[in-house]
């Protein structure tokens, strides 16, 4: 599970990292106008459109912020199970010696 989820952050950051360059790239703005750009119609004011991607931007931030913190809970997880298979082991072994 802790793969599949540093799989997935990793991923979210390219994604966020392509919405922050297409930001800063007027030409690849004015190519997300499908309707201008069939009728021939040229923008210069990306405003809307920045808007909605520095919003989806700031939504992809927080899915890798959340994908982190389960990463770091799945492995605290881990941590503690793999403690308390040794100290149970530990304890049976201890136990077991006390019967022979």
Not at 41 to 54: F, T, V
Request: hydrophobic share 40%.
């Amino acid at each position: 599970m802790r793969c599949l989820v540093k799989v997935l952050s990793t991923k979210l950051i390219c994604v966020s990292d392509l919405l922050e360059l297409f930001l800063f790239a007027d030409d690849d703005l004015d190519a997300m106008y499908l309707s201008d750009k069939k009728d021939g119609n040229h923008r210069e004011d990306h405003e809307e459109l920045e808007l909605l991607l520095e919003s989806f931007s700031k939504q992809v931030e927080e899915i890798v912020n959340e994908a982190e913190t389960i990463e770091v809970c799945c492995y605290l997880s881990l941590a503690w199970a793999h403690r308390t298979s040794v100290s149970f082991r530990e304890t049976y072994n201890r136990r077991k010696k006390l019967l022979n």
